[in-house]
Antibody, heavy 115, light 107 residues
């Protein structure tokens, strides 16, 4: 069965960096685009970024553009989100989800940006 | 970017009620819309895809429809397990957008 498992969350100081991972299994990872979606505490869902199946195209929300980088390693069936220059407003649970149509989601990993 | 305006933001209803949630897109997004249910501490769960297709395993009391740029999620007869927060999501453009969410509470 399809599984997406995020990791890498934690507490980090403002201005520092963190890299999230999403390990995929149960499907041909290299055939699907992948997304990151986040949810701040008590708030709604916010789309963050997408990467196409081959890694060639990437798109970002304005709120993270220039600070976050989405990437993937199809040999390791893993999706990444490199988060630099973190701000308190980046505090959220971060989910990975499979394209198209977001049928499958991971369980999420919590990132807390605080001094 | 496409804006998704979801209403209402909250809704109180009783078991057995018929409930409707609406999302309006700021431009034509064809049928590139999904509906998701989220319960506290859990990942979102897809209910409807392509505006009106029911996700496998989701009860038939859930349905979706489209009229132009207006999309509707209907729950025909609320069950206790349906009290949750619901989101629409458009994926027509490169940058996707969620509606603001509708919290469905027990009256």
């Amino acid at each position: 069965q399809v599984q997406l498992v995020e990791s890498g969350g934690g507490v980090v100081q403002p201005g520092r960096s963190l890299r999230l991972s999403c390990a995929a299994s149960g499907f041909t990872f290299s055939s699907y685009g992948m997304h990151w979606v986040r949810q701040a505490p008590g708030k709604g869902l916010e789309w963050v970024a997408v990467i196409w199946y081959d890694g060639f195209f990437k798109h970002y929300a304005d709120s993270v553009k220039g600070r976050f980088t989405i990437s993937r390693d199809n040999t390791k069936n893993t999706l990444y989100l490199q988060m630099n220059s973190l701000r308190p407003e980046d505090t959220a649970v971060y989910y990975c989800a499979r394209d198209p149509d977001y049928e499958y989601w991971g369980q999420g990993t919590l990132v807390t940006v605080s001094s | 970017d496409v804006q998704m305006t979801q209403s209402p933001s909250s809704l109180s209803a009783s078991v057995g009620d018929r409930v409707t949630i609406t999302c309006r897109a700021s431009q034509d997004i064809r049928n590139d819309l999904g509906w998701f249910q989220q319960k506290p501490g859990k990942a979102p769960k897809r209910l409807i895809y392509a505006a009106s297709s029911l996700q496998s395993g989701v009860p038939s009391r859930f349905s979706g429809s489209r009229s132009g740029t207006e999309f509707t999620l209907t729950i025909s007869s609320l069950q206790p397990e349906d009290f949750a927060t619901y989101y629409c999501l458009q994926h027509n453009t490169y940058r996707h957008t969620f509606g603001q969410g509708t919290k469905l509470e027990i009256k």
